[in-house]
């Protein structure tokens, strides 16, 4: 099957394109105009390539943190900075912990640049959404950064949507926008290639949701419906692609790949389920 590398810098986008291995990426941690200088060597290297494998890949795909609202006004509500940095700390937590807990301070200090700046009050988190690292805001903010990400190179964008405090319905109502308008408007913008995997991300993330919901619940009491039901029309159904990714740490922890990600430790807690199952 197609196999992907996992690269945040020039040299390791342009072992990938040379060995003719997918790229993904982490734009959460890059801001999208050094994410597009990235992808530039990428593809140069592809022009060379020479596959390490039966599969040449030739496909950008890219991780980050995806939220719509109908007003930015709800950013508050649903706790939405807080949850963008919930997400940075425990990615540094974990790695700082488990992969450079060898490192210096200084070099760990490198690494999570953004802790100590926080710490010191010298960090502004809606950074995050203006340099374009995130899609957040209104359905129609939501849809111009993702033809940003078109216009990049990005074959496919893997959306994280259940992510940090968000509640369970702000992440529902999320889905559903951007089932009912981004898409369509993709689709009629001429961005199709982001369309359908825009549409077969969220679908996959649906039926995660559905069933850690119906873990969560446990055998005592029968969902309402099934989760197919609480798809929106237009929504394909999750299947697996067949491709596999090379492993690494910074994939497990991140749910580089939909199929590898599970919501189990999601937003919602067990009072919540039992009465969404009521």
């Given at each position: 099957?197609?196999?992907?590398?996992?690269?945040?810098?020039?040299?390791?986008?342009?072992?990938?394109?040379?060995?003719?291995?997918?790229?993904?990426?982490f734009s959460i941690m890059t801001p999208l105009d050094k994410l597009s200088e990235i992808l530039a060597v990428y593809k140069e290297g592809q022009s060379r390539a020479k596959p390490l494998t039966g599969v040449h890949t030739n496909k950008v795909g890219t991780y980050t943190l995806v939220h719509g609202t109908k007003s930015r006004a709800?950013?508050?509500?649903?706790?939405?900075?807080?949850?963008?940095?919930?997400?940075?700390?425990?990615?540094?937590?974990?790695?700082?912990?488990?992969?450079?807990?060898?490192?210096?301070?200084?070099?760990?200090?490198?690494?999570?640049?953004l802790l100590k700046k926080q710490a010191d009050g010298e960090f502004d988190i809606t950074q995050f959404d203006k340099e374009d690292?995130?899609?957040?805001?209104?359905?129609?903010?939501?849809?111009?950064?993702?033809?940003?990400?078109?216009?990049?190179?990005?074959?496919?964008?893997?959306?994280?949507?259940?992510?940090g405090h968000l509640t369970h319905e702000a992440v529902l109502e999320s889905i559903s926008l951007l089932g009912d308008y981004v898409i369509p408007e993709l689709k009629k913008a001429g961005a199709a290639r982001t369309a359908r995997n825009l549409e077969s991300s969220i679908a996959a993330q649906m039926a995660k949701c559905r069933s850690s919901l119906s873990r969560a619940c446990g055998r005592r009491r029968r969902l309402v419906k099934p989760w197919k039901s609480y798809l929106k029309p237009g929504f394909r159904e999750p299947r697996r692609t067949g491709h596999s990714y090379i492993p690494s740490a910074d994939c497990a922890m991140n749910g580089i790949g939909i199929e590898h990600r599970d919501l189990t430790a999601g937003s919602i807690s067990i009072d919540e389920a039992n009465q969404f199952a009521r």
């Open positions: 099957p197609p196999c992907w590398l996992a690269a945040s810098s020039h040299e390791s986008a342009r072992f990938a394109g040379e060995n003719g291995l997918g790229l993904l990426c709800d950013f508050e509500r649903n706790k939405l900075w807080e949850s963008m940095w919930w997400w940075y700390t425990t990615v540094a937590q974990f790695l700082l912990k488990w992969e450079l807990n060898l490192l210096s301070p200084e070099a760990q200090d490198k690494a999570f640049p690292m995130v899609i957040v805001g209104t359905p129609e903010e939501c849809l111009a950064k993702f033809l940003k990400y078109e216009e990049a190179g990005v074959d496919q964008v893997l959306c994280y949507v259940n992510f």
